[in-house]
C-alpha cells in the first residue's frame, strides 16, 4: 500500500525490478482463464485453455496457497 504517488512509483520500480518465478507467471495465466470463464473449467479443461501441463498447473496452485481442485473453480 501507497502513502503517497511518489511511494506507488517507488513501490513498482522495485516490484518491476525482481525477477518472477514461473509458478507465480502460470499462476496469473490461470486466473485470466478462469476470470473469463467464471462458472469453472475442469482441470483438464484449464490445462488446454492455458497450455499448461498438470504439473505446472500444480505447481501454479502451490505458489498461490491454493489447492490444485480450487482452481477450476472461481472460490
Do not use: N
Request: glycine residues 8%; proline residues 4%; aromatic residues 6%.
Amino acid at each position: 500500500m501507497a502513502c503517497s504517488p511518489e511511494h506507488l512509483a517507488e513501490l513498482v520500480k522495485t516490484a518491476g525490478a525482481r525477477p518472477f518465478l514461473e509458478a507465480e507467471l502460470w499462476a496469473g495465466k490461470i486466473d485470466r482463464v478462469l476470470a473469463a470463464h467464471p462458472q469453472g473449467l475442469s482441470l483438464y479443461a484449464l490445462a488446454l485453455k492455458t497450455g499448461l501441463t498438470q504439473d505446472q498447473i500444480a505447481q501454479a496452485a502451490l505458489w498461490s496457497g491454493r489447492s490444485v481442485h480450487s482452481l477450476g473453480s472461481q472460490s
